[in-house]
C-alpha cells in the first residue's frame, strides 16, 4: 500500500475511534516544498517522508490539547513540517542527538521518531526511535513507509485502540505486524 493511502486510512482508523487527532489532518504540501525545506538545512529528503507530508502536513493543535488528544499513534503526535525544523534546530545540537537525524513524531516530552537524512549512511531513511536519557538509541523501522504501514495495520487489526485513558497499544502485537511489514529488518543500536 502506498504511504498517502497508509495515512488516508491511519485517519480513518482515527475517526472511527472517535479521536478527536482525525479532524485535525492537514493538507499536505509539494513534494518539492518538502524537499526543499529538508535541502536549506543540507539534508536529504527520503521518498517516503515526501509521500507522508504530501498526504498530509502533520496535524494541528489547540490550545488546551493534551498529547493523548493529538496522538496520531499510542503517545506520538505527528509534527507539521514548519515544527520539525523548529525541533531539529533546538535539539541537533544535543550530545545525543545526530545532526543527520530529523524528527517526525514527538510524544512532548522529548523523546521523538527521526529519520535518518544523510543519503550517505546506509540507514538513509531509516526511523530513530530516540528515547531522552535513554543510553541506547535504535533504528526501529527500516523507512517511514515501513512505519507508517505498520501503524495502519496496527489499527486495523486492533493493536493500536482506544479507552478511557486514550490511544492504547498491545506491543506484543504491534512488533509482530512491524515483522510481518518488514521480515527481513532487524531493529540496531546506532550512536550520536
Known sequence: ???????????????????????????????????????????????????????????????GDTIGDLSLFPGYYWLPLHEVFEVYEAISSHATWRQDWVPLFASGGGDFYAVVCSDKEIAFGSIVGYLIGEPDIYIEFPTLGAMIETVRRSYDEGAFFASQKGLE????????????????????????
Request: glycine share 6%; with cysteine.
Open 1 to 63: 500500500m502506498s504511504v498517502t493511502m497508509a495515512v488516508d486510512d491511519i485517519f480513518e482508523s482515527l475517526a472511527a475511534l472517535g479521536r478527536p487527532i482525525a479532524k485535525r489532518k492537514r493538507n499536505g504540501l509539494s513534494s518539492t516544498t518538502v524537499a526543499k525545506r529538508f535541502s536549506d538545512v543540507g539534508l536529504h529528503c527520503h521518498p517516503d517522508v515526501a509521500a507522508a507530508y504530501a498526504a498530509s502536513d502533520g496535524t494541528d493543535s489547540c490550545a
Open 169 to 192: 497499544a498491545d506491543y506484543g502485537a504491534m512488533r509482530r505486524i512491524a515483522v510481518e511489514v518488514s521480515p527481513t529488518f532487524l531493529p540496531f543500536a546506532v550512536s550520536a
